[in-house]
């Protein structure tokens, strides 16, 4: 049983930057594929970002594509997304997840473990 937990979440005008870091637990970091998702009030949870295994492949979607940056540190077992130049359409509550295909891939059905989330709200 993998346990994930994120933080970093807040409020912050619209431009500027949060990093949001989830920390793994009870399971092999390393053998995972991790994904960032996110849930708008009143919106289906969506795909953000995903990172492969050791971290050489990476995929965004387009909304945050030149904006986010995905990384993972496999001896921390942590898994970090920079947000920067954010917008009011950012604000959300965000979700690590696990996926034990290790793949990267966007659709949640594949991720296998969650975090609680943490909360971003960008104000205009």
């Known amino acids: 049983q993998v346990q994930l937990v994120e933080s970093g979440g807040g409020l912050v005008q619209a431009g500027g930057s949060l990093r949001l870091s989830c920390a793994a637990s009870g399971g092999t970091f390393s053998r995972y594929a991790m994904g960032w998702f996110r849930q708008a009030p009143g919106k289906e949870r969506e795909f953000v970002s995903g990172?492969?295994?050791?971290?050489?492949?990476?995929r965004y979607a387009d909304s945050v594509k030149d904006r986010f940056t995905i990384s993972r540190d496999n001896d921390k077992n942590t898994v970090y997304l920079q947000m920067n130049s954010l917008k009011p359409e950012d604000t959300a509550v965000y979700y690590c997840a696990a996926n034990l295909l290790a793949n990267v891939v966007a659709s949640r059905d594949h991720y296998d473990y969650w975090g609680q989330g943490t909360q971003v709200t960008v104000s205009s």
């Open positions: 990172i492969s295994l050791r971290g050489g492949v990476t």
